[in-house]
C-alpha cells in the first residue's frame, strides 16, 4: 500500500476520535470492512501489542502501520498519531477562552458520546473473534468489571489473562 | 512570580521517564505529569495545567499528546513541545513494534497462542469498559441521561444495524450537539 495514503488513511482516523481506543471504528471500517488490508485477528492483536507496554493508547496504530506496510507503516503510524496533537497549539492561543463555552461543551460531549456508540459496535465483531469459550468469555467478563470497577492497571490484566490462558493450555481445561 | 525555566534536555528527560513508565493511558499520565510540572518543579501554574487539560480534551487524537504538546509549549515554545511529543511517544511505539512482530511470530507456537488467545479476550472486555468509561461521566439527571442515550445509542444503531460510516456519525453529532444544549 502507498504509504502516503496509508498515513492519509490513519490520519482520518486519529483527526475524527477525541481519545485512544476511538479510532478504532474508523480504523475498522477502512482496514478491515473496505479495503481487506487487515483481518479483525490481526487488528486485536495491534490493540494488544499498543496497550501491553506504556505510552498513549492511541499507540496500537504503530502496530497496524507496521501490519500494512512494515516499519515505514509504523513510522508512518507513529506520525499520524503524534500529528493532531500539535493542533492543540493553535488552540491555546486563540480559542482557549472559548473553551468553557456551553454549546462547545455540549458538541464535545455529543462526539464523546457517539464515539461510544460507535466502538461498542465495532467491538462487536473483534468480541465474536475472541470468545471462543467459557474460558475466553470469563476473561473478557471479568476484564470488564475489573477496569469498569476497580482502579486496576489494563497492562495488568493482559498479563493476568496471558497467564489464565497458558495455564489452560497447560493443564488442559 | 518568575517561573524557573528548564533546559531543553531536561524537559526531554521529564517527559521521556513520565510517559514511558506510566501504565493505564492518559489520565495516570496527566496525573503524574501534574505532579511533577506543577507540584515539584514549579514550570507551569496549576492554572496553565488546567487549560492545557480543558483543551486536550477537545482536540482530535491521543489527548495525552496534545497535553504533553500544550504544557511543552507553555515551558519551552514550539521546540519543547516537539520534543516533549516525540519523548512521550518514540520509546514506546518502538516496543509496539517488538511486540507486534513477537506476536506475529510465534503465531505457529501452541503454547504462545493461548496466552495470546487469553490477553486478545482480555481486549474484548477493555473495549467495553472504556464505552462505558466514555458514557458513564455524561448521565445524571432524566434530561442529561436521555440526551445522552440518543447520542450513544443513535451512533450505535446507525454503525450496528445500518452500516453508516463513522465521519457521518460524527458529522451529525456535532451537528446535533451545537443545537441540542445540555
Known amino acids: 500500500m502507498n504509504i ?13 476520535s477525541f481519545s485512544g481506543l476511538a479510532s478504532l471504528p474508523m480504523v475498522r471500517a477502512d482496514f478491515v470492512v473496505e479495503r481487506h488490508l487487515l483481518t479483525d485477528r490481526q487488528l486485536n492483536t495491534a490493540v494488544v501489542a499498543g496497550r501491553t507496554g ?6 496500537y496504530l504503530v502496530s497496524v ?13 507513529l506520525l499520524a498519531v503524534m500529528t493532531p496533537a500539535f493542533f492543540i497549539l493553535p488552540m491555546m492561543y486563540w480559542i482557549g477562552a472559548r473553551a468553557n463555552s456551553p454549546r462547545i461543551r455540549g458538541a464535545i460531549r455529543a462526539v464523546v458520546l457517539a464515539s461510544a456508540g460507535l466502538l461498542l459496535s465495532s467491538s462487536l465483531p473483534l468480541a465474536r473473534d475472541a470468545i471462543t469459550g467459557g474460558l475466553s468469555l ?11 470497577f476497580t482502579s486496576v492497571d489494563s497492562a495488568w490484566m493482559m498479563l493476568g489473562a496471558a497467564a489464565v490462558g497458558l495455564a489452560a493450555k497447560l493443564l488442559r481445561i | 512570580m518568575i517561573r524557573p525555566r528548564p533546559a531543553l534536555a531536561r524537559l526531554t528527560q521529564v517527559f521521556l521517564v513520565i510517559g514511558n513508565t506510566t501504565f493505564g493511558g492518559g489520565n495516570p499520565t496527566m496525573a503524574a505529569l501534574q505532579r511533577e510540572l506543577v507540584d515539584r518543579r514549579g514550570w507551569i501554574t496549576q492554572e496553565d495545567y488546567a487549560l492545557a487539560y480543558a483543551l486536550a480534551n477537545i482536540t482530535p487524537g491521543t489527548n495525552v499528546l496534545a497535553f504533553c504538546a500544550a504544557v511543552a509549549d507553555l515551558i519551552l515554545g514550539v521546540r519543547g513541545a516537539i520534543a516533549a511529543v516525540l519523548a512521550v511517544t518514540v520509546p514506546s511505539a518502538v516496543l ?3 511486540l507486534t512482530y513477537g ?19 482480555a481486549v ?11 458514557v458513564v461521566p455524561n448521565l445524571g439527571g432524566l434530561w442529561k441521561t436521555a440526551r445522552a442515550m440518543v447520542f450513544f445509542g443513535g451512533a450505535f444503531l446507525a ?3 445500518f452500516g453508516v460510516t463513522p465521519i457521518p456519525v460524527i458529522a451529525v453529532a456535532v451537528l446535533a450537539g451545537l443545537l441540542w444544549k445540555e
Request: aromatic share 12%; net charge positive.
Open chain 1, 138 to 148: 470469563a476473561i473478557v467478563i471479568v476484564t470488564f468489571l475489573a477496569l469498569c
Open chain 2, 103 to 121: 506476536y506475529e511470530s510465534w503465531r505457529t507456537n501452541s503454547i504462545v497462542m493461548a496466552a495470546i488467545g487469553g490477553t486478545v479476550a
Open chain 1, 54 to 59: 506504556p505510552g498513549p493508547n492511541g499507540l
Open chain 2, 159 to 161: 454503525a450496528w444495524r
Open chain 1, 4 to 16: 502516503l495514503l496509508l498515513y492519509l488513511l490513519l490520519l482520518k482516523a486519529t483527526c475524527t
Open chain 1, 65 to 77: 502501520g507496521y501490519f500494512v506496510g512494515g516499519l515505514p507503516g509504523a513510522a508512518v503510524g
Open chain 2, 124 to 134: 474484548a472486555g477493555m473495549m467495553w469498559s472504556s464505552v462505558w468509561r466514555l
Open chain 2, 96 to 98: 509496539a513494534v517488538l
